[in-house]
């Protein structure tokens, strides 16, 4: 597939990076389990020489998530972590991160416990007010880092507006846009330089395989990840990446499914007496949802809440739907509850990335959304 600029979303999800195989015509690119490839004669080789370089079933999976985020350059990893880990390496001493004061736990934990040990700084910013970072830019930042929405309090940051002031001082903005996935909302089309992926969420979609994702339109910087992909070694194997692009072909239909169920769970919890604030992009009243609604196409499947009764009762919440598994992890097509203080967020518990305790977080999932609505009312009922 060439000129993929003029293909829509799920014609790219169901073609780049998957010409039928040349030597049998298999229409689905194969697992090549394989750890090495046998060369024609001494310097010479087919394209791959050693799997953690590269592999088939991996290269199919790059083109195609690349193209999904319309990017030049993508390279997969074994987890978002090492994603997030690799992009991270590129650092020196001495660099500043400035990080949205609301991330992925395990984000949160890399910085502050990992990389400040190895001289790099940081900082947790309120981004929702993009001029606060123009004025207290620290000379030192070379790298602004945000996700949007949030995990897990939903809040929705302008990478528009971000990415103009983190250029004009020189530094590069990553986005994290594994709650969005590229269907929903583009960040390189809005001026980010790199996008990062757990692609173990939306875009591998069925909860049975872990991985991660960057895409970039800089070349210098793909250049760096990739020597970096093959020095560190946090590579994908050819199963993952089967699963995860098989995932990837199906995104735009289930994310359809996932935003129209989130709305009716969203519609039950604004009329539940139990339910305290409810947080979710799409509502008019949340303070994010006009940059919403223009940098995405929909406002997602997660929706968290907080529950009036504080945290036993959350807590009890969480542990008694019967649809709504209670569990870590999202964007799975079966639909997930949790307690983010105590499960997903308990690494920021006591910094200022901490969440409220009273706060529960759903990623809704494809089921029959009458039974989801059921489900859930009858467990807020019993609180
Ligand atoms: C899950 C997640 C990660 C980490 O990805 P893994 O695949 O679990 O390593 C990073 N960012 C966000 C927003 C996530 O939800």
Redo the contacts with the bound molecule.
Sequence with gaps: MTNETEYGFETIALHAGQNPEQVTGAVIPPIFQTSTYAQPAVGEHLGYEYARTGNPTRTALEECLAALEGADHGICF???????DTVLRRLAPGDHIVLGDD??G??FRLISAIYTGGGVKWSPADLTNPAVLDAHWNPATTVVWL?TP??PLLTVFDIEAIAEITHRHGAKLVV?N??ASPYLQQPLALGADLV??????YIGGHSDV???FVATNDEEWANDLRYLQNAIGAVPGPQDCFLTLRGAKTLAVRMDRHCENARRIVELLLSHPAVGDVLYPGLDGHPGAQIAARQMKAAGGMVSFRVKAGMEKAMELAASTKLFTLA????GVESLIEHPGAM?HLSAAGSPLEVPDDLVRLSVGIETADDLVEDLRSALDRI
């Design positions: 074994a987890s978002g972590m090492a994603a997030t991330a992925y395990g984000t996700e949030t995990n994290d594994t709650f990062t992926h757990s692609t173990t969420k872990v991985g991660g870590e992890s999202l964007g997903t």
